[in-house]
């Protein structure tokens, strides 16, 4: 089953876990996104996050693919770059992106206003291995609180552009006919919750930049905000032994 989950309007494929991203301006100031170059190097130590929220180091090898998301086929599409983990270390390079399309933002993003309709763009989602039993993110999870999540992402793109949408609030009605009219609350928003979503304003360099989603529950209140960079500190992995995207 795909979770899907709308933050910032932007639509975030999650696995077993809520996730969040990064990268943004988080006072409603004015965005500046964190350029990162034209290549995108990544690296760093792996975490295992399993039920529970128990997390440890992983110290396995495994050689892993860079991948983005067609929302239009609905599939994972291969960024043509693979990497390696070893020994719990992660390295990995991706320099332009072989699927690198127009109209990718306003997929990527939701109810959005971009300022140059030709940018080609490719946002890297996930990385995995080749029989797609291993699936890393990078993020931060409050696992004692269960009141902070963040996520980063890393978008491309093949000349400037800024990407803007005006922050909202309002609050969630009961969506559980979505799961076949089973409440579900680890899947399903039952409504009565709170949401503010601050002002979205992204400067993207031409190149590779990252951005972090940053939200915060607090009774029954939820507030997203975008902010600068990387946020989240820590690569995660998840293990499934298939992934449906019915």
């Known amino acids: 089953m795909k979770n899907t989950l709308k933050i910032f309007g932007i639509v975030i494929l999650t696995a077993a876990v809520i996730l969040s991203m990064s990268t943004c301006d988080e006072d409603d100031s004015g965005g500046s996104s964190a350029f990162l170059g034209k290549t995108l190097k990544l690296s760093g130590q792996v975490w295992d996050f399993r039920p529970g929220n128990v997390s440890e180091k992983f110290t396995g090898t495994a050689t892993v693919t860079a991948y983005s998301y067609d929302e239009e086929t609905e599939e994972y599409v291969a960024l043509g770059a693979t990497g ?11 320099g332009t992106p072989t699927y690198l399309v127009s109209g990718h933002l306003e997929d990527f993003f939701y109810d959005v206003k971009v300022s140059d309709k030709n940018v080609k763009a490719a946002t890297l989602l996930t990385l995995k291995t080749t029989d ?23 978008i491309y793109v093949d ?4 990407i803007t949408r005006k922050g909202e609030t309002f609050t969630t009605t009961c969506n559980c006919e979505e799961y076949d009219g089973t409440c579900n609350c680890s899947t399903c928003d039952c409504g009565g919750t709170k949401v ?17 989603i940053k939200t915060v529950y607090s009774n029954a209140r939820e507030e997203t905000s975008c902010i600068e960079g990387v946020g989240a500190t820590r690569w995660f992995i998840g293990y499934f032994d298939h992934y449906d995207d019915d």
């Open 84 to 94: 390696i983990i070893t020994g719990g270390q992660l390295s990995i390079e991706i």
């Open 132 to 154: 797609g039993s291993l699936w890393l993110y990078r993020f931060t999870y409050s696992a004692q609180s269960h009141h902070l999540n963040e996520q980063v992402r890393y």
């Open 159 to 162: 000349r400037d552009v800024t």
């Open 196 to 212: 503010t979503i601050k002002n979205l304003n992204l400067n993207l360099k031409t190149g590779w930049n990252a951005f972090t």
